[in-house]
């Protein structure tokens, strides 16, 4: 294990992988929470501050104030993404079926490799503009099956999740930085803050209190600061090729515990949208050895 985890590529994807499996139950923790999203978001935000500032001091004793101020300006962008980005994942679990929500997830990487492209300068190959265009296909259908539906906005917040993630994944890779639990700390507390007027956080119930505790002291802040810090050893694209398995495990997850079956136009593009992600990742497996 020593061996493999000596390797930068080998140690990012073991990162990667990690995190998206831990935060794998996420989606059912938010429909299990009865409490409104905004209170939900606020304890969220506040949680994986307060865990995560405790690892930092922990870790770095008296230098912990410091690796706050070294996050920068573009860190702190990326902490108003991260912020965002969880308020939108929260709005579309809350107004569409969840496979809607990480099927539209699953794309990112599709769109960080057109960020990479166009802002790091690491240009994408044939085989990811082509399976760009098959996503942005498979996008379509979802979308097209919510229109007029009540599930509509829970599809654009899933959308606008899906390419602010692709921008942190791509700002994080251009960073290189070694400050990623920092920044998901920041991201927390400035959701808490913007939470604070909407929000009633003592609205949550006896059972609310459990599941919100391990998602916002367990699941959110180790699975985003493990995924976060992967991009310091993966190209972006990369990175977001392992939420797939978010995608095949969350709804799952969901289904079994709620009885949640995915729409039938989802499944489809899901499943068309998964196979090249899937192509498109062995492809590029094989190129780079």
């Known amino acids: 294990m020593r061996r493999f985890l000596s390797n930068d590529h080998s140690k990012g994807l073991a990162l990667?992988?990690?995190?998206?499996?831990?935060?794998?139950?996420?989606s059912?923790?938010?429909?299990?929470i009865t409490a409104d999203h905004w209170s939900l978001l606020f304890w969220?935000?506040?949680?994986t501050f307060a865990t995560l500032a405790l690892w930092q001091i922990y870790t770095y004793r008296?230098?912990?104030?410091?690796?706050?101020?070294?996050?920068?300006?573009?860190?702190?962008?990326?902490?108003?993404?991260?912020?965002?980005?969880?308020?939108?994942?929260?709005?579309?679990?809350?107004?569409?079926?969840?496979?809607?929500?990480?099927v539209l997830l699953s794309a990112a990487p599709l769109f960080a490799a057109v960020f990479s492209s166009l802002f790091l300068r690491e240009h994408a190959p044939l085989r990811t503009w082509i399976a760009t265009?098959?996503?942005?296909?498979?996008?379509?259908?979802?979308?097209?099956?919510?229109?007029?539906?009540?599930?509509l906005i829970g599809d654009g917040a899933a959308l606008a999740m899906t390419i602010t993630m692709a921008a942190i994944l791509t700002l994080m890779r251009?960073?290189?930085?070694?400050?990623?639990?920092?920044?998901?700390?920041l991201s927390g507390l400035l959701l808490a803050l913007a939470m604070?007027?909407?929000?009633?956080?003592?609205?949550?119930?006896?059972?609310d209190w459990l599941y919100m505790s391990l998602l916002g002291l367990v699941v959110i802040p180790v699975s985003f600061a493990l995924a976060l810090t992967a991009p310091r050893y993966l190209p972006a694209p990369e990175v977001g090729l392992v939420f797939l398995l978010e995608t095949i495990l969350g709804?799952?997850?969901?289904?079994?515990v709620l009885g949640e079956e995915p729409p039938v136009a989802t499944l489809i593009g899901g499943m068309v949208l998964i196979i090249t992600l899937a192509g498109h990742a062995a492809l590029s497996l094989r190129k780079s050895r």
């Open 16 to 26: 990667a992988v990690t995190g998206i499996l831990i935060l794998t139950p996420d």
């Open 28 to 32: 059912l923790f938010i429909r299990l």
């Open 44 to 47: 969220r935000g506040l949680m």
């Open 62 to 102: 008296r230098a912990a104030l410091a690796r706050f101020r070294a996050i920068g300006g573009l860190g702190l962008v990326v902490a108003l993404l991260f912020a965002l980005n969880t308020s939108l994942f929260v709005i579309s679990i809350r107004h569409t079926a969840v496979a809607n929500t990480l």
């Open 133 to 151: 265009l098959i996503g942005i296909a498979s996008i379509a259908l979802i979308m097209a099956d919510s229109l007029g539906a009540a599930n």
């Open 174 to 185: 251009h960073m290189r930085s070694n400050n990623a639990v920092a920044i998901v700390a």
């Open 196 to 207: 604070l007027i909407p929000s009633q956080p003592f609205s949550l119930s006896g059972s």
């Open 251 to 256: 709804p799952f997850l969901v289904w079994l």
